[in-house]
């Protein structure tokens, strides 16, 4: 068993109303110093077996087809066990 | 003409479609989400609500069902479709519409009677009415802003495909886009919902009938 991690981000041209709705919360409550937060999503996949490239590659297929809209989103794949 | 109009689990509108179809001359035909079957109609029209609890992101889900696979054959082979609100997403999501409806850049839920310029009436969904005509429709909707990159929307305007455009911007739209066409103009996605305009007593007027009525 590994488990890949899929984090997917709006594109930077893209605007966030989420990430901004955080940061407007932020400084309501006592935290400052933030000028910037934008709000994505993680994936994490546990996969059956050995991550070979090929199977890899099929996670990033799964992130382009399904898991991001590469229209509106960026995704990035990484092993983490 | 037999119009299908496809119930996803989480569809809202699919009940005010068929009535605004059969209001139109039309006849109605359910679809559902898990049949591999058009039933032989000859339009469909993809409704608006929160399919599949817009779970993932609005559309993404839906696009992958069963009966999307015949909509998006029929649609390239020239078969009218349209979609409305939720149902613009799914086309976005199917890649039959270029471009994203994201949240709303005022983060709150939209639900107002809008005005819309009809830019483009040579689609199979807007030839009822007249370039330029003004209409009032309802918009309801939390991600119903449109977003496309610089070199798509600028296609999208030289080619005519803007299909409506808002008076003013309810929801920081780019280009104040309400609805667009693909390049055969047999596909329009739409986010207000002309199916809550059909007549004076249960909605802002009847400018919205004029969807249904372009079918022929």
Redesign the interface.
Known sequence: MARVVVDVM?KP???D??G??VLGALPRLGFSGVTEVRQGKRFELEIDGEVTPERLAEVEKMAET??S?P??EDFAVRVVS | MKVGVVTFPGSLDDADARRAVRHAGHDAVALWHGDHDLKGVDAVLLPGGFSYGDYLRCGAIARFAPVMSEVVDAAKGGMPVLGICNGFQILCESHLLPGALIRNDHRKFGCLDQRLVIENNKTAWTNSYEAGQEVTIVLKNGEGSFVADEKTLDMLEAEGRVVARYVGNPNGSQRAIAGISNEAGNVVGLMPHPEHAIEDLCGPGSDGLGFFTSLS
Request: avoid cysteine; hydrophobic fraction near 55%.
């Open positions: 709006p041209e893209i605007l109303p989420q901004k709705a399904l898991l809209n229209v509106i």
